[in-house]
């Protein structure tokens, strides 16, 4: 007997999201020797994922686009989504005289609504809080995701996440599947149990593996500053991608889930 199949004009609902996330050192290698934008574009196309997070991703730097050869005319997350997200999302954090950058968001599904939240604290560092509402297809309840990149200070980080709690229970409904990820700079492991009581989510790395995952420096990873916190949601095989070639298309080692719906 064959298997049914969906009657015509039917909508297949995803039951997952293979979701990533990787700061993007403003398409640098460390210490910002080479321009690597499009090798990492290559590198992040081949991993396949539906969502993509971005942290310190360039809208525009007038400097570099005249002295570097290769520079895409189109801001770097929109270089970066290509032919392959056909939806994206910009959160512009820190402004200078010659350009800007922030978080990104990239979506193989329609990006309904985003929302960049300041959370900067005092001081030069410029933080944001990138939150979009994915809509997938014969689903009910609406996907949130927010891209996360908190100070380095640790004082900031604590008041980075409070706000991160407040941004969750006043804009996420309850029932709505949540995916937070980013480079939260939480070398100390301190936002574990805050977003898990102020939030309910869940690291996927702590909940497969007992600890969180080791990113940074992506050559010899030993602090694990880099997450991916879920909601209403399962998590099947996070992995850390191989050092090659990531190595050295950022300062941080990129993360990769599958998160189930």
């Not at 574009?41 to 809208?59: K, N, S």
Request: hydrophobic content about 40%; aromatic content about 8%; charged content about 20%.
């Amino acid at each position: 007997m064959k298997p049914s199949t969906p009657a015509a004009g039917t909508v297949t609902s995803p039951t997952s999201l293979k979701v990533m996330t990787v700061n993007t050192h403003k398409g640098f290698t460390a210490l910002n020797r080479k321009f690597i934008l499009p090798e990492l574009r290559e590198a992040v196309r081949t991993v396949g994922a539906d969502v993509v997070f971005l942290q310190e991703v360039l809208g525009t730097h007038s400097r570099h686009s005249r002295r570097i050869d290769n520079w895409p005319e189109a801001p770097h997350y929109e270089f970066l989504a290509d032919t392959m997200w056909p939806q994206f999302a910009y959160g512009r954090n820190a402004v200078y005289p010659r350009g800007h950058h922030g978080n990104a968001v990239l979506s193989k599904f329609p990006i309904v609504h985003f929302k960049n939240h300041d959370v900067s604290i005092v001081g030069p560092e410029k933080r944001g809080l990138l939150h979009c509402v994915l809509r997938l297809p014969g689903r009910t309840v609406d996907v949130h995701a927010i891209c996360v990149h908190l100070g380095l200070a640790e004082n900031h980080r604590l008041q980075q996440l409070e706000l991160l709690c407040h941004i969750v229970r006043d804009e996420v409904p309850a029932d709505a599947p949540l995916i937070v990820a980013g480079d939260f700079n939480d070398w100390r492991g301190r936002a574990h149990e805050i977003l898990q009581e102020g939030a309910a989510l869940r690291e996927v790395f702590v909940h497969a593996n007992g600890s969180a995952a080791k990113t940074f420096p992506s050559r010899f990873p030993l602090l694990p500053l880099d997450r991916i916190y879920v909601r209403n949601a399962g998590v099947h095989a996070p992995v850390v991608l191989p050092r090659k070639p990531w190595s050295h298309l950022s300062d941080h080692a990129p993360l990769v889930a599958e998160i189930e719906l």
